[in-house]
């Protein structure tokens, strides 16, 4: 419990410091000369250099544990943040956040990785997954105003500059105080063996089990990805509603209302009881007709709108986190986890991307709406029935 507390404080810190900069941005981007188009590319190519972390931070988190990925993302993001209080054109922009985007691409499958190592119990689990939700949604419902604030007495360069010292600061507290070592990997699912014959049924049971778990199908990642391609449209729009003339503050002030929304449905913690993979639809449906409604009824009270968006997030992500530890059989969940941030990144590159090419032709909500819908047609309900060596609650628990 102590390891998870240390950690709820650094994600804190780290959501903060990232989250801050959300308003921060496209304004920052305008007042060097960008065109919208050229910011879609900016924020597309921060996720696209992810996909390189990604793919590294899957099998190295397996073998080395967190720890050194927690602290050289957040050492390394602050230090960037550092250069970036001195840029002066927007390609100098441009380069910065793709470098950004490598170096906090550990950051996120290390802290999944670790928090589901804390405890064998998918009871257990759900909670800190949930208390992750929370902690990320509690930085994030006060940053992007608090961004806006500290650049309106500030500026930009000296509000890059102290959320850069802060992010280095949180990696070196936590170079101090996390465990060096991996947590206790799960027990089987399965009973132990006793002797002779019943000891090679039970190691055929566990070959079983590892193929019902292992791997995990692709179209588990289909949602992510038009999740995260979704909220980057949003993340692209928002700044630039009536024509980029919106204020920094309110444009902060909008994203934390989306974070309080998230907040709402993570203080309900009887959730947890329901499967994942309902809440995961449940919630993906209700982003799908905020998108909807911000699309096709444009009068229609925003804070209202995002407010309800906001409590889909709250719903979906500790689903999502839950769902992935249970089809994974809770082994190899740095790999697990890299693949949920890969497809992420993917998502997150198109998203405004397609927004900046496409947003004088047709609405970039509605583009959200039906990526959305795709992504819950596409997701396997029905699965092979788990074999003899599972009981049935445990066949319940992980297959939702």
């Known amino acids: 419990m102590k390891t998870a507390i240390w950690l709820y404080l650094f994600l804190f810190l780290a959501v903060f410091d990232l989250h801050a900069q959300y308003p921060i941005l496209t304004p920052f981007a305008i007042s060097l000369g960008a065109a919208p188009t050229f910011i879609g590319w900016m924020m597309g190519i921060y996720s696209l250099t992810h996909l390189p972390g990604n793919l590294i931070a899957g099998t190295e988190i397996d073998k080395h544990g967190s720890r050194r990925y927690i602290v050289f993302s957040l050492v390394g993001a602050g230090i960037i943040l550092l250069l970036q209080a001195h840029v002066h054109t927007p390609w100098q922009l441009l380069a910065l956040r793709s470098i950004s985007g490598f170096v906090l691409a550990f950051l996120s499958p290390a802290c999944l990785a670790l928090l589901a190592q804390l405890s064998t119990d998918p009871v257990k689990q759900g909670k800190y997954m949930s208390g992750h939700g929370v902690v990320h949604t509690l930085a994030s419902v006060v940053s992007p105003a608090a961004g806006a604030v500290i650049v309106g007495a500030m500026g930009f360069s000296a509000t890059f500059s102290s959320l850069g010292y802060l992010l280095i600061l949180t990696g070196v507290i936590a170079l101090l105080t996390m465990p060096r070592g991996l947590a206790p990997k799960p027990q089987p699912l399965t009973e132990p063996a006793k ?174 709406f039906i990526l959305l819908m795709i992504g819950i047609l596409l997701l396997p309900y029905y699965t092979s029935k788990p074999t003899a060596s599972l009981s049935s609650s445990d066949a319940k628990s992980i297959l939702g």
């Open 195 to 368: 002797s002779g014959p019943a000891q090679a049924n039970s190691a055929h049971s566990q070959a079983d089990t590892s193929k019902v778990f292992l791997p995990v199908s692709w179209r588990y990642f289909m949602l992510p990805l038009v999740i995260a391609c979704a909220q980057g449209i949003l993340f692209f729009e928002l700044p630039l509603r009536g024509g980029g003339d919106s204020s920094i503050m309110s444009t902060g002030l909008l994203f934390s209302i989306i974070s309080i929304g998230a907040l709402f449905t993570l203080s309900m913690l009887f959730l947890n009881r329901y499967s994942p993979k309902l809440r995961l639809v449940v919630g993906v449906l209700l982003m799908s007709l905020s998108f909807f409604v911000m699309a096709a009824i444009p009068q229609f009270s925003l804070t209202v709108v995002l407010f309800v968006l906001g409590m889909s997030k709250g719903i979906i992500f500790p689903a999502m986190a839950t769902l992935f530890i249970h089809l994974s059989g809770g082994s190899k969940l740095g790999r697990i986890f890299s693949l949920q941030s890969i497809a992420t990144s993917i998502g997150s590159f198109i998203g405004p991307i397609t927004a900046g090419q496409l947003r004088l032709g047709v609405s970039p909500y509605f583009i959200a």
